[in-house]
Nanobody
Framework: QVQLVESGGGLVQSGGSLRLSCEAR???????VDWYRQTPGNERELVASFSSGYADTVKGRFTISRDDAKNTVYLQMNNLKPEDTAVYYC???????WGQGTQVTVSA
């Protein structure tokens, strides 16, 4: 079954770090996996992509990487801010294949 499974969200204080993981099951080509985030009442926004880079709001703080042996894509988030609070999703390219989402909450 084609699936993206996320993990690694949680509660962290402002200035802290988290690493999100997105395991791709039965999927080849994880270089096309991107990270998005969504806050209540807003559309999902692209945060990090191997092909298009980073949103201006996270540039210099977030890093996307992958481990081909584990078929997993990561999002390292450093110097987190309260405005980074959101549900984070990974997505396979422009497809309808999304992960289930993982909550990231940054306290002031």
């Amino acid at each position: 079954q084609v699936q993206l499974v996320e993990s690694g969200g949680g509660l962290v204080q402002s200035g802290g770090s988290l690493r999100l993981s997105c395991e791709a099951r039965s999927i080849f080509g994880i270089h096309a996996v991107d990270w998005y985030r969504q806050t209540p009442g807003n559309e999902r926004e692209l945060v990090a992509s191997f092909s298009s880079g980073y949103a201006d709001t996270v540039k210099g703080r977030f890093t996307i990487s992958r481990d081909d042996a584990k078929n997993t894509v990561y999002l390292q988030m450093n110097n987190l801010k309260p405005e980074d609070t959101a549900v984070y999703y990974c997505r396979l390219g422009d497809t309808l294949i999304w992960g289930q989402g993982t909550q990231v909450t940054v306290s002031a």
